[in-house]
């Protein structure tokens, strides 16, 4: 893996065990995508793992994940984010996210599409928040075997992201992760540019759901 690119554990649908083993050996990033797991997972394993929350997040969940994570990875609508915002100042704290966005066909109906999020940003509703750092996006490809499909997604994801971390005049700071990549189409997203990129299978192998 190329220097600087970081690596999500997902750790979701997996025994404590299994974490803890990864942890030994050195893994300090998970991703969890359901509340209730993460916050029976946390006060069983050590305090230097820095959570990352994955999955879709229901607003009556928000106000008990608050301060638990490292970043949440799945922000998928103003209407969360800005629970996200409120509840985080309210608990006095600073919440980091990614704002996902959907560029892939069918797989996940969740996520900004790249119009909205374009328009996001060029409305400058961010300048509203008020606890919460929104330092980047996330996305996943096509559930596909089409490699170049997927490609494509990964292109652009990271396009999404670079012509808003480039417009100059949002003055946005610490708008710098693009997290994208899973167990079978990784390579692809690091070679498109992901910073960060979430593996659950090929290192857990399969879950029972
Ligand atoms: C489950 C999940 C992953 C990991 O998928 P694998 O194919 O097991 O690597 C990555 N990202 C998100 C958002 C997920 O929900």
């Known amino acids: 893996m190329p220097a600087g690119v970081r690596l999500v554990a997902v750790s979701k649908f997996h025994p404590v065990p ?9 893994q300090r990033l998970f991703g969890e995508s359901r509340v209730q797991e993460l916050l029976e997972k946390i006060p069983q394993l050590p305090s230097d793992i820095q959570w990352h929350f994955i999955g879709h997040l229901q607003t009556n969940k928000v106000r008990s994940l608050i301060g638990r ?6 922000v998928d609508s103003e209407r969360l984010l800005e629970l996200i915002d409120r509840e985080s100042e309210r608990a006095g704290v600073i919440t980091r996210v990614l704002m996902q966005v959907h560029v892939a066909r069918e797989e996940t109906k969740f996520g900004f599409y790249p119009e909205e ?9 961010f300048e509203s928040l008020k606890a919460t750092h ?9 559930n596909t075997d089409d490699m170049e499909r997927v490609r494509r ?21 610490g708008f710098d992760i693009v997290s994208m990549g899973m167990s079978g189409d990784w390579k692809i997203a690091v070679e498109e540019g992901s910073d960060l990129i979430r593996i659950g299978t090929r290192i857990f192998g399969s879950r029972e759901y």
């Open 18 to 26: 299994a974490l803890r083993e990864a942890y030994d050996a050195g």
């Open 134 to 142: 929104i330092c980047g996006v996330m996305g996943m490809a096509s």
């Open 153 to 173: 997604d990964f292109r652009n994801i990271y396009s999404i992201f670079r012509a808003i971390r480039d417009n100059e005049s949002l003055g946005l700071r």
């Open 69 to 74: 994570t490292a970043l949440i990875e799945s």
């Open 117 to 125: 999020l374009q328009q996001y940003f060029t409305d400058r509703k």
